[in-house]
Antibody, heavy 120, light 107 residues
Framework: QEQLQPWGAGLLKPSETLSLTCSIY????????WIWIRKSPGKGLEWIGE???????NYNPSLRSRVTISVDTSKNQFSLKVNSVTAADTAAYYC??????????????WGKGTTVTVSS | DIQMTQSPSSLSASVGDRVTITCRAS??????LNWYQEKPGKAPQVLIF???SLPSGVPPRFTGSGSGTEFTLTISSVQPDDFATYYC?????????FGQGTKVEIK
């Protein structure tokens, strides 16, 4: 069973860059899209973006200007960067696998959330 | 963006009760609708995909139905392990969006 483990800095100051990485253990890296999602008290679950093994990425338009998702196939990892963070970026951040079943997509494997707090 | 609205936002139930959660989409999404369960301190897990399909390992007391803009998740006989928060999510169009969640608590 595939497992995902997110990691990165948990405390940031306003205007800094959020940087998280998700390591993938077991399973195939190339057959899926790999997702970042966050959950905050104010906005619930919010899809940030996703990437496949070849680096093709999709982003939430609400965050696109500040977000970069990248992939490192040699390490079975994908990463998230969010520039110019504010308190509104305080959230639990999840990485997940986006699988396809016939014509339907589902987020079928999730890592545990990692908390990021933005505070001066 | 497609807005997803769940009701109720929370409910109390006793073990053995039948529980129904509703999710409405702001536009038609056919059957591109998934349900997730989240428990404190644990990663969310998918319960239902394509509106009514169960992934392997999900107990059959969970059923999903609906198409178009209105969907339901039903737990036929709620068990102690089912007290959690449930989210619907549309998989019709990017950006993928979620409902605000329904917390199922013990009465």
């Amino acid at each position: 069973q595939e497992q995902l483990q997110p990691w990165g800095a948990g405390l940031l100051k306003p205007s800094e860059t959020l940087s998280l990485t998700c390591s993938i253990y077991g399973g195939s890296f190339s057959d899926y899209y790999w997702i970042w999602i966050r959950k905050s008290p104010g906005k619930g679950l919010e899809w940030i973006g996703e990437i496949n093994h070849s680096g093709s990425a999709n982003y939430n338009p609400s965050l696109r200007s500040r977000v970069t998702i990248s992939v490192d196939t040699s390490k079975n990892q994908f990463s998230l960067k969010v520039n110019s963070v504010t308190a509104a970026d305080t959230a639990a951040y999840y990485c997940a696998r986006h699988a396809r079943n016939n014509y339907h997509y589902l987020m079928d494997v999730w890592g545990k959330g990692t908390t990021v707090t933005v505070s001066s | 963006d497609i807005q997803m609205t769940q009701s109720p936002s929370s409910l109390s139930a006793s073990v053995g009760d039948r529980v129904t959660i509703t999710c409405r989409a702001s536009q038609t999404i056919s059957t591109y609708l998934n349900w997730y369960q989240e428990k404190p301190g644990k990663a969310p897990q998918v319960l239902i995909f394509a509106a009514s399909s169960l992934p392997s390992g999900v107990p059959p007391r969970f059923t999903g139905s609906g198409s178009g803009t209105e969907f339901t998740l039903t737990i036929s006989s709620v068990q102690p392990d089912d007290f959690a928060t449930y989210y619907c999510q549309q998989s019709y169009r990017i950006p993928w969006t979620f409902g605000q969640g329904t917390k199922v608590e013990i009465k």
